[in-house]
Protein backbone atom coordinates (compact mmCIF):
# COMPACT_ATOMS: atom_id res chain seq x y z
CA UNK A 1 0.00 0.00 0.00
CA UNK A 2 1.10 3.65 -0.78
CA UNK A 3 2.62 5.51 2.22
CA UNK A 4 -0.17 8.33 2.50
CA UNK A 5 -1.11 10.61 5.30
CA UNK A 6 -4.41 8.81 4.64
CA UNK A 7 -3.88 5.74 7.43
CA UNK A 8 -6.44 6.11 10.58
CA UNK A 9 -8.80 8.90 9.57
CA UNK A 10 -10.27 9.92 13.06
CA UNK A 11 -13.85 9.15 14.07
CA UNK A 12 -16.14 11.70 15.72
CA UNK A 13 -19.32 11.09 17.95
CA UNK A 14 -22.53 12.88 17.07
CA UNK A 15 -23.98 13.78 20.26
CA UNK A 16 -26.88 15.46 18.85
CA UNK A 17 -28.25 12.08 17.76
CA UNK A 18 -28.67 11.03 21.25
CA UNK A 19 -32.23 12.53 21.15
CA UNK A 20 -32.80 9.75 18.70
CA UNK A 21 -31.87 6.95 20.68
CA UNK A 22 -29.09 5.83 18.33
CA UNK A 23 -25.23 6.29 18.63
CA UNK A 24 -23.91 8.24 15.12
CA UNK A 25 -20.23 8.52 14.59
CA UNK A 26 -18.62 10.08 11.55
CA UNK A 27 -15.65 8.55 9.90
CA UNK A 28 -13.37 11.67 8.83
CA UNK A 29 -12.04 10.70 5.31
CA UNK A 30 -12.12 14.62 4.99
CA UNK A 31 -9.69 15.60 7.81
CA UNK A 32 -7.39 13.38 5.63
CA UNK A 33 -6.57 16.04 3.36
CA UNK A 34 -7.14 19.47 2.64
CA UNK A 35 -7.91 19.26 -0.80
CA UNK A 36 -7.79 15.59 -1.99
CA UNK A 37 -11.03 14.30 -0.74
CA UNK A 38 -10.32 10.83 1.13
CA UNK A 39 -12.98 8.31 -0.93
CA UNK A 40 -11.01 9.34 -4.00
CA UNK A 41 -7.49 8.65 -3.32
CA UNK A 42 -8.77 5.20 -1.60
CA UNK A 43 -10.31 4.25 -5.52
CA UNK A 44 -7.43 5.34 -6.90
CA UNK A 45 -5.12 3.03 -5.38
CA UNK A 46 -5.29 0.21 -7.81
CA UNK A 47 -5.40 1.61 -10.74
CA UNK A 48 -2.31 3.60 -10.31
CA UNK A 49 -0.30 0.28 -8.50
CA UNK A 50 -1.65 -1.28 -12.31
CA UNK A 51 -0.77 1.79 -13.91
CA UNK A 52 3.27 1.02 -12.26
CA UNK A 53 2.83 -2.64 -12.85
CA UNK A 54 2.12 -2.20 -16.86
CA UNK A 55 5.58 0.76 -16.92
CA UNK A 56 2.63 3.27 -17.74
CA UNK A 57 3.91 7.23 -17.02
CA UNK A 58 1.10 8.90 -18.09
CA UNK A 59 -2.67 8.96 -16.28
CA UNK A 60 -5.57 9.97 -18.13
CA UNK A 61 -8.91 10.39 -16.64
CA UNK A 62 -12.19 12.32 -16.93
CA UNK A 63 -14.02 15.31 -14.67
CA UNK A 64 -15.40 18.60 -14.82
CA UNK A 65 -14.44 22.11 -13.85
CA UNK A 66 -15.25 21.50 -9.82
CA UNK A 67 -14.35 17.55 -10.03
CA UNK A 68 -13.06 16.17 -6.66
CA UNK A 69 -11.74 12.93 -8.93
CA UNK A 70 -9.60 15.47 -11.07
CA UNK A 71 -8.02 16.90 -8.27
CA UNK A 72 -7.32 13.42 -6.66
CA UNK A 73 -6.13 12.43 -9.68
CA UNK A 74 -3.51 14.85 -9.88
CA UNK A 75 -2.44 14.76 -6.72
CA UNK A 76 -1.91 10.80 -6.36
CA UNK A 77 -0.52 10.60 -9.51
CA UNK A 78 2.27 13.61 -8.63
CA UNK A 79 2.99 11.49 -5.20
CA UNK A 80 3.82 8.43 -7.11
CA UNK A 81 6.30 10.24 -9.78
CA UNK A 82 3.59 9.88 -12.86
CA UNK A 83 2.35 12.21 -14.95
CA UNK A 84 -1.55 13.24 -15.57
CA UNK A 85 -3.88 14.41 -18.28
CA UNK A 86 -7.18 15.74 -17.34
CA UNK A 87 -9.86 15.78 -20.15
CA UNK A 88 -12.29 18.09 -18.79
CA UNK A 89 -16.15 19.06 -19.76
CA UNK A 90 -16.45 22.40 -21.52
CA UNK A 91 -14.74 24.83 -23.27
CA UNK A 92 -11.53 26.06 -21.75
CA UNK A 93 -12.57 28.88 -19.40
CA UNK A 94 -11.20 32.52 -19.14
CA UNK A 95 -10.28 31.78 -15.94
CA UNK A 96 -9.28 28.50 -14.17
CA UNK A 97 -11.26 27.39 -11.17
CA UNK A 98 -9.62 27.27 -8.58
CA UNK A 99 -9.94 22.71 -8.25
CA UNK A 100 -8.19 23.41 -11.74
CA UNK A 101 -5.82 25.60 -10.22
CA UNK A 102 -5.24 23.27 -7.54
CA UNK A 103 -4.48 20.42 -10.46
CA UNK A 104 -2.69 22.26 -12.23
CA UNK A 105 0.20 22.95 -9.42
CA UNK A 106 0.20 19.08 -9.34
CA UNK A 107 1.39 18.98 -12.51
CA UNK A 108 -1.89 17.79 -14.31
CA UNK A 109 -2.33 18.88 -17.87
CA UNK A 110 -5.39 19.96 -19.27
CA UNK A 111 -7.07 19.22 -23.03
CA UNK A 112 -11.19 20.86 -23.12
CA UNK A 113 -13.56 19.07 -25.00
CA UNK A 114 -16.87 19.70 -25.65
CA UNK A 115 -20.31 18.60 -24.01
CA UNK A 116 -20.97 15.63 -26.50
CA UNK A 117 -17.49 14.82 -27.23
CA UNK A 118 -17.31 14.14 -23.36
CA UNK A 119 -20.35 11.97 -22.71
CA UNK A 120 -18.55 9.64 -25.47
CA UNK A 121 -15.65 9.54 -23.82
CA UNK A 122 -13.94 10.33 -27.06
CA UNK A 123 -9.75 11.27 -26.96
CA UNK A 124 -9.05 14.69 -28.20
CA UNK A 125 -7.33 14.88 -31.51
CA UNK A 126 -3.97 16.59 -30.57
CA UNK A 127 -3.68 14.36 -27.64
CA UNK A 128 -3.99 11.57 -29.92
CA UNK A 129 -0.93 13.14 -32.11
CA UNK A 130 1.02 14.48 -29.21
CA UNK A 131 1.08 10.64 -27.44
CA UNK A 132 1.24 7.39 -28.44
CA UNK A 133 -1.98 5.84 -26.96
CA UNK A 134 -0.17 2.69 -25.73
CA UNK A 135 1.72 4.97 -22.90
CA UNK A 136 -1.89 6.29 -21.86
CA UNK A 137 -3.17 3.94 -18.61
CA UNK A 138 -6.97 5.21 -18.70
CA UNK A 139 -9.31 5.84 -15.46
CA UNK A 140 -12.59 6.03 -15.80
CA UNK A 141 -14.59 9.05 -14.72
CA UNK A 142 -15.15 9.07 -11.01
CA UNK A 143 -12.90 6.08 -10.92
CA UNK A 144 -15.67 3.44 -11.35
CA UNK A 145 -14.35 0.21 -11.58
CA UNK A 146 -13.42 -2.95 -9.42
CA UNK A 147 -10.02 -1.02 -8.98
CA UNK A 148 -11.53 1.50 -7.07
CA UNK A 149 -13.94 -0.56 -5.33
CA UNK A 150 -11.38 -2.70 -3.95
CA UNK A 151 -9.49 0.31 -3.32
CA UNK A 152 -12.52 1.49 -1.29
CA UNK A 153 -12.84 -1.72 0.50
CA UNK A 154 -10.20 -0.68 2.62
CA UNK A 155 -11.69 2.72 3.73
CA UNK A 156 -12.60 0.75 6.90
CA UNK A 157 -9.24 -0.61 7.36
CA UNK A 158 -7.61 0.50 10.86
CA UNK A 159 -10.92 1.02 12.65
CA UNK A 160 -13.01 -1.24 14.88
CA UNK A 161 -15.99 -1.03 12.93
CA UNK A 162 -17.87 -4.73 13.78
CA UNK A 163 -19.91 -3.08 16.21
CA UNK A 164 -22.00 -0.79 14.25
CA UNK A 165 -25.74 -1.71 12.82
CA UNK A 166 -25.48 0.92 9.78
CA UNK A 167 -22.98 1.91 7.24
CA UNK A 168 -24.08 4.93 5.32
CA UNK A 169 -22.06 7.03 2.64
CA UNK A 170 -23.07 9.29 -0.36
CA UNK A 171 -23.48 7.86 -3.98
CA UNK A 172 -22.07 9.11 -7.01
CA UNK A 173 -20.99 6.31 -9.07
CA UNK A 174 -21.19 3.61 -6.40
CA UNK A 175 -17.92 2.33 -6.44
CA UNK A 176 -17.27 3.72 -3.19
CA UNK A 177 -20.32 2.15 -1.73
CA UNK A 178 -19.55 -1.20 -3.66
CA UNK A 179 -16.24 -1.10 -1.63
CA UNK A 180 -18.36 -0.51 1.69
CA UNK A 181 -20.47 -3.47 0.98
CA UNK A 182 -17.22 -5.10 0.12
CA UNK A 183 -15.87 -4.87 3.50
CA UNK A 184 -19.42 -4.97 5.35
CA UNK A 185 -19.93 -7.86 7.80
CA UNK A 186 -22.62 -10.25 7.50
CA UNK A 187 -25.42 -8.27 9.51
CA UNK A 188 -24.71 -5.13 8.54
CA UNK A 189 -26.61 -2.59 6.54
CA UNK A 190 -24.91 -0.82 4.24
CA UNK A 191 -27.03 2.32 2.91
CA UNK A 192 -26.49 4.48 -0.02
CA UNK A 193 -27.23 7.84 -0.61
CA UNK A 194 -27.67 8.86 -4.03
CA UNK A 195 -26.86 12.67 -5.66
CA UNK A 196 -27.84 12.26 -9.02
CA UNK A 197 -31.58 12.00 -9.49
CA UNK A 198 -33.76 9.06 -10.85
CA UNK A 199 -30.55 6.58 -11.20
CA UNK A 200 -32.26 4.01 -10.53
CA UNK A 201 -29.93 2.03 -12.33
CA UNK A 202 -27.20 2.67 -9.82
CA UNK A 203 -28.02 -0.32 -7.93
CA UNK A 204 -27.50 -2.63 -11.25
CA UNK A 205 -23.63 -0.59 -11.42
CA UNK A 206 -22.71 -1.40 -8.32
CA UNK A 207 -23.54 -5.35 -8.30
CA UNK A 208 -21.18 -5.22 -11.43
CA UNK A 209 -18.45 -4.37 -8.50
CA UNK A 210 -19.36 -7.11 -6.31
CA UNK A 211 -19.15 -10.92 -5.86
CA UNK A 212 -22.49 -13.00 -6.30
CA UNK A 213 -23.01 -13.43 -2.88
CA UNK A 214 -22.35 -9.92 -0.90
CA UNK A 215 -23.94 -8.05 2.14
CA UNK A 216 -27.40 -7.03 0.80
CA UNK A 217 -27.28 -3.23 0.66
CA UNK A 218 -29.99 -0.55 0.39
CA UNK A 219 -30.03 2.68 -2.00
CA UNK A 220 -32.51 5.44 -0.78
CA UNK A 221 -33.55 7.86 -3.69
CA UNK A 222 -35.18 11.04 -1.82
CA UNK A 223 -32.71 12.45 -0.96
CA UNK A 224 -30.34 14.09 -3.85
CA UNK A 225 -32.31 17.84 -3.46
CA UNK A 226 -32.78 18.28 -7.02
CA UNK A 227 -29.81 16.67 -8.64
CA UNK A 228 -26.33 16.68 -8.79
CA UNK A 229 -24.44 19.32 -7.88
CA UNK A 230 -27.93 21.16 -7.28
CA UNK A 231 -28.80 22.76 -4.16
CA UNK A 232 -31.24 24.57 -2.42
CA UNK A 233 -31.38 27.05 0.33
CA UNK A 234 -33.45 24.43 2.48
CA UNK A 235 -29.44 21.70 2.10
CA UNK A 236 -27.50 25.53 2.46
CA UNK A 237 -29.51 26.11 5.86
CA UNK A 238 -28.71 22.59 6.43
CA UNK A 239 -25.17 22.71 6.45
CA UNK A 240 -24.92 25.49 8.50
CA UNK A 241 -27.07 24.08 11.44
CA UNK A 242 -25.07 20.84 10.96
CA UNK A 243 -22.06 22.95 11.47
CA UNK A 244 -23.07 24.98 14.46
CA UNK A 245 -24.49 21.69 15.89
CA UNK A 246 -21.27 19.34 15.39
CA UNK A 247 -18.54 20.94 14.18
CA UNK A 248 -18.50 19.48 11.24
CA UNK A 249 -18.18 20.96 7.91
CA UNK A 250 -20.09 18.95 4.92
CA UNK A 251 -20.05 19.74 1.02
CA UNK A 252 -22.88 20.38 -1.12
CA UNK A 253 -22.51 17.81 -3.91
CA UNK A 254 -22.45 14.65 -1.33
CA UNK A 255 -21.96 14.73 2.74
CA UNK A 256 -24.09 17.81 2.51
CA UNK A 257 -27.13 15.41 1.42
CA UNK A 258 -25.86 12.39 3.16
CA UNK A 259 -25.80 14.18 6.20
CA UNK A 260 -29.08 15.79 5.69
CA UNK A 261 -30.60 12.51 4.72
CA UNK A 262 -29.49 10.64 7.78
CA UNK A 263 -30.41 13.29 10.46
CA UNK A 264 -34.19 12.82 8.69
CA UNK A 265 -33.82 9.11 8.66
CA UNK A 266 -33.30 9.44 12.63
CA UNK A 267 -35.99 11.98 13.14
CA UNK A 268 -38.40 9.61 11.15
CA UNK A 269 -37.90 7.03 13.34
CA UNK A 270 -36.09 4.88 10.47
CA UNK A 271 -33.23 3.43 12.87
CA UNK A 272 -34.34 1.06 15.41
CA UNK A 273 -33.62 1.96 19.13
CA UNK A 274 -30.03 1.39 20.37
CA UNK A 275 -28.55 1.77 16.19
CA UNK A 276 -25.29 2.26 15.75
CA UNK A 277 -24.47 4.32 13.07
CA UNK A 278 -21.34 5.05 10.75
CA UNK A 279 -21.61 8.16 8.56
CA UNK A 280 -18.83 8.07 6.17
CA UNK A 281 -17.68 11.76 5.31
CA UNK A 282 -16.21 11.30 2.21
CA UNK A 283 -14.68 15.12 1.86
CA UNK A 284 -14.74 16.95 -1.21
CA UNK A 285 -14.74 20.07 0.68
CA UNK A 286 -12.69 21.70 -2.12
CA UNK A 287 -16.07 21.88 -4.25
CA UNK A 288 -17.74 24.40 -1.81
CA UNK A 289 -15.74 27.13 -3.44
CA UNK A 290 -17.74 26.72 -6.36
CA UNK A 291 -21.11 28.65 -3.87
CA UNK A 292 -20.98 32.41 -3.62
CA UNK A 293 -18.51 33.42 -1.22
CA UNK A 294 -20.43 33.72 2.46
CA UNK A 295 -23.33 30.92 1.72
CA UNK A 296 -21.63 28.81 4.12
CA UNK A 297 -20.53 29.91 7.71
CA UNK A 298 -17.55 27.39 7.66
C1 LIG B 1 -16.84 11.36 -5.65
C2 LIG B 1 -17.42 11.54 -4.28
C3 LIG B 1 -18.40 10.68 -3.79
C4 LIG B 1 -19.01 9.58 -4.61
O1 LIG B 1 -18.19 8.48 -4.73
P1 LIG B 1 -18.61 7.29 -5.70
O2 LIG B 1 -17.59 6.27 -5.42
O3 LIG B 1 -18.51 7.83 -7.11
O4 LIG B 1 -19.99 6.90 -5.38
C5 LIG B 1 -18.86 10.88 -2.50
N1 LIG B 1 -18.39 11.90 -1.76
C6 LIG B 1 -17.46 12.75 -2.20
C7 LIG B 1 -17.03 13.85 -1.33
C8 LIG B 1 -16.94 12.61 -3.49
O5 LIG B 1 -16.03 13.47 -3.93
Known amino acids: ?29 DQLHPVVSGNKWFKLQHYLQQAGAEGKRIILTYGGAYSNHIVATAAATRERGL ?47 SHDLKDLFLIPEGGYGLPGALGAATI ?58 HTPFTLLHDHHQGGYAKHNPELIR ?14 FV ?10 LLAEQGYFPQGSRLLLIHSGGLQGNRSLPKGTLIF
Open 156 to 213: LSGHETNSYTHILAACGTGTTLAGLIRAARDGQQVIGIPVLRNYYSLEAEIKILLPPQ
Open 238 to 251: FMNWWYEQTGIPSD
Open 254 to 263: YTGKLFYAAH
Open 1 to 29: MLSSPFQNSPIDRLESFYKFHTTADVLRL
Open 83 to 129: QSIGVIRGERPRELSPTLLEAQSYGMQFHFVTREAYRDKALPQELLQ
